[in-house]
């Protein structure tokens, strides 16, 4: 199968131009719908009961049994049946950051709920692969022996061994961006599954824990994946990759300082880069860091977060085309960096694009690239550009979104979609014979791959729809995760985001009767310490409406529920997006201490302290007192 491409007559400029000219517009909403669907085609294991892509079965159902652990489920990466632990574990990241900024959108178009299955379906595979704190399994079978086979994951006779990663064969790419992985998918389920969130917050402590202290790149633990998913770039931008993640997620002091006093060291604040992906996340980690710092969660570290915003704006002028070193582009307009699996680097490129441009529009700043300022609607109009291109508008006027439009690739280079379905014809399918009677064929695909991106076209616009041509019409998970959260984005319109503010996810309408962020007046909802000596509740007393924007007032009792006095009592306050009144804010940024005009609170007292801000109350926790 390792063949070059064939490049077919590139189509004129002209006929780009009249294409773009007669097209009305894309359909964002159904587009997603169908993004997010194609991940029921790539699932392992056990399907369930709701599985909406009916020609798939179960399939790799020992996986993990001669090694004594259960490795049943997880997700095909492409259009092999290999599981590889460092991409399944980068498209889970970017499927709950795509969620995060874009929850609410997905769940106007009714697929917040399929988008968190996406999720689940991965981390519940990942707390299998990661039976103890110092061992993750990175790798179900093996890329040699599948890639000599053409068969359908439901006749799979090839190797299924696990590899893993310990202390003596260390991981930190693999156990960084596992971690990272688990620490964005916690925040999903925050609201709609807490126990669930707990949990995942757990392994991601250990597993950056365990990527930080065993060093090493994993590629030299498991050799296997050395030819497939090679860690070219190392592993020190997944440590900061999943420090920022886990700060995102728990607001622990520990992994912002991990940022602050290891980005000169790791390189998130010296490397400049003009691509973004499954191998290497400086771009990501720059971007996430940007935003703590237009948040305001510095800490001390405000100067060394300003430089990873400068490399995060590098990243975003180049692909503008607007920076010091641009980014390669086809003459259709799409963003090009490699011919194998292009596809890859544009959706990436696109959604950085895209939440950057909400955070500098809801900061009201604009992008400082070496050709001048640029506003945030030209970072937004390049995404949906490129977005644009994927969907059909670009030279062939082809859709690379395979289901989407009336032309899109047929013969995709995937072996369950190329050969028959099981349930048609329950055949065997021979390891061989696969390539015999099914690569070969020069007909459609009998089951239609809905919603996968393929590779995408060469430098020049062109492409071959040939199932050999595994360069350009071979889809993977990793190109459709990004490319979700845009096209979310899009099918919002343009109304004002402010994604600066936190964003909670709720739980999708089918599982709760309510989902509401915000509380009603007068009842609790308190993000806050307790315990029995120092207590604090907290409560919405009010709320009004600005320019389209609902504002709370929060009011925080601190009640001394001791028998001796209260003295020396700090609060760490975070999630704080609006002016305080009623405490002194001390030196380190989200520390409080009692008013000016209290020293003390006697036994039985409380004191108030009110705040108000357009989103959820802060969280409050009480981090150090005195009784006496």
């Known amino acids: 199968m390792e063949k070059l491409v064939r490049p077919v007559s590139m189509a004129s400029l002209f006929l780009f131009f009249c294409f773009r000219l007669a097209i009305a517009g894309h359909d964002y909403g159904q587009a997603l719908s169908k993004g997010i669907l194609f991940y029921e085609a790539q699932r392992s294991g056990y399907l369930p009961s709701n599985q909406r892509v009916t020609w798939r079965s179960n399939s790799g159902l020992n996986d993990g049994k001669t090694s004594g652990v259960d490795l049943v489920g997880g997700?095909?990466?492409?259009?092999?049946?290999?599981?590889?632990?460092?991409?399944?574990?980068?498209?889970?990241?970017?499927?709950?950051?795509?969620?995060?900024?874009?929850?609410?959108?997905?769940?106007?178009?009714?697929?917040?709920?399929?988008?968190?299955?996406?999720?689940?379906?991965?981390?519940?595979?990942?707390?299998?692969?990661?039976?103890?704190?110092?061992?993750?399994?990175?790798?179900?079978?093996?890329?040699?022996?599948?890639?000599?086979?053409?068969?359908?994951?439901?006749?799979?006779?090839?190797?299924?061994?696990?590899?893993?990663?310990?202390?003596?064969?260390?991981?930190?790419?693999l156990a960084g961006e596992t971690a990272a992985a688990m620490a964005a998918a916690a925040i999903v389920f925050r609201r709609s599954n807490p126990a669930y969130s707990k949990e995942l917050v757990a392994h991601a402590r250990q597993l950056f824990e365990f990527a930080d202290k065993y060093r090493g790149k994993y590629d030299s633990s498991i050799t296997v994946a050395q030819k497939y998913y090679k860690s070219v770039s190392g592993y020190y931008d997944e440590l900061l990759w999943a420090a920022a993640w886990l700060y995102k997620a728990t607001n622990n002091g520990y992994y912002l300082s991990y940022l602050g006093n290891n980005g000169d060291s790791l390189g998130g604040t010296g490397w400049a880069m003009t691509e973004f992906g499954w191998d290497v996340k400086y771009a990501g980690v720059q971007v996430l860091v940007s935003k703590f710092l237009m948040q305001g969660k510095t800490g001390e570290y405000a100067a060394v977060f300003e430089k990873y915003q400068q490399k995060a704006e590098f990243f975003l002028c180049s692909c503008l085309g607007k920076g010091s070193r641009n980014v390669q582009m086809t003459p259709g307009g799409l963003i090009f960096r490699q011919s194998w699996n292009n596809m890859q680097f544009v959706t990436s490129a696109s959604f950085l694009l895209t939440v950057y441009s909400d955070y500098l529009s809801s900061a009201?700043?604009?992008?400082?690239?070496?050709?001048?300022?640029?506003?945030?609607?030209?970072?937004?109009?390049?995404?949906?550009?490129?977005?644009?291109?994927?969907?059909?508008d670009n030279p062939r006027a082809t859709s690379y979104m395979v289901g989407y439009g009336s032309n899109y690739p047929q013969q995709v280079h995937h072996r369950a979609s190329s050969i028959v379905s099981i349930k048609v014809n329950p055949s065997f399918v021979s390891c061989r014979g696969g390539y015999a009677t099914w690569f070969s064929?020069?007909?459609?695909?009998?089951?239609?791959?809905?919603?996968?991106?393929?590779?995408?076209?060469?430098?020049?616009?062109?492409?071959?729809?040939?199932?050999?041509?595994?360069?350009?019409?071979?889809?993977?998970?990793?190109?459709?995760?990004?490319?979700?959260?845009?096209?979310?984005?899009?099918?919002?319109?343009?109304?004002?985001?402010?994604?600066?503010?936190?964003?909670?996810?709720?739980?999708?309408?089918?599982?709760?009767?309510?989902?509401?962020?915000?509380?009603?007046?007068?009842?609790?909802?308190?993000?806050?310490s307790t315990s029995t000596e120092i207590a604090i509740k907290q409560r919405a007393t009010t709320s009004w409406n600005h320019e389209g924007k609902t504002y709370y007032r929060y009011s925080s009792i601190v009640t001394n529920n001791s028998s001796k006095t209260l003295k020396d009592m700090k609060l760490t306050i975070t999630s704080l997006y609006g002016p305080l009144w009623g405490l002194t804010l001390l030196s380190?940024?989200?520390?409080?201490?009692?008013?000016?005009?209290?020293?003390?609170?006697?036994?039985?007292?409380?004191?108030?302290?009110?705040?108000?801000?357009?989103?959820?109350?802060?969280?409050?926790?009480?981090?150090?007192?005195?009784?006496?």
Not at 371 to 386: D, H, M, R, T, Y
Not at 588 to 601: A, C, I, K, V
Request: net charge negative.
């Open 75 to 173: 997700y095909y990466d492409a259009g092999d049946n290999v599981k590889f632990g460092l991409p399944m574990a980068f498209t889970i990241t970017m499927i709950s950051w795509s969620i995060i900024e874009y929850g609410r959108q997905m769940a106007a178009h009714g697929e917040l709920g399929h988008a968190m299955e996406a999720v689940k379906w991965g981390t519940d595979y990942f707390i299998k692969a990661h039976p103890e704190p110092y061992v993750l399994y990175g790798e179900v079978g093996d890329g040699n022996s599948d890639h000599y086979c053409w068969q359908r994951p439901e006749d799979m006779t090839t190797d299924r061994t696990a590899y893993k990663i310990d202390p003596s064969r260390p991981g930190s790419d």
């Open 364 to 392: 009201r700043k604009s992008l400082q690239c070496s050709a001048g300022n640029i506003a945030p609607s030209e970072l937004l109009a390049f995404a949906k550009s490129q977005v644009d291109y994927i969907l059909g």
């Open 441 to 528: 064929r020069k007909s459609s695909d009998p089951n239609v791959l809905i919603g996968a991106a393929v590779g995408g076209p060469d430098a020049y616009d062109n492409f071959a729809d040939e199932r050999d041509n595994y360069e350009q019409t071979e889809p993977a998970t990793y190109n459709n995760a990004p490319l979700l959260g845009v096209l979310a984005r899009l099918s919002g319109g343009h109304g004002r985001y402010n994604q600066l503010l936190p964003v909670e996810v709720s739980p999708p309408k089918p599982l709760v009767k309510k989902a509401n962020s915000v509380p009603h007046h007068g009842t609790a909802n308190a993000p806050a």
């Open 588 to 628: 380190s940024g989200n520390t409080y201490g009692f008013p000016s005009w209290l020293n003390s609170l006697p036994a039985g007292k409380s004191l108030e302290f009110v705040y108000i801000q357009a989103a959820s109350p802060a969280n409050v926790a009480v981090s150090k007192y005195t009784l006496a």
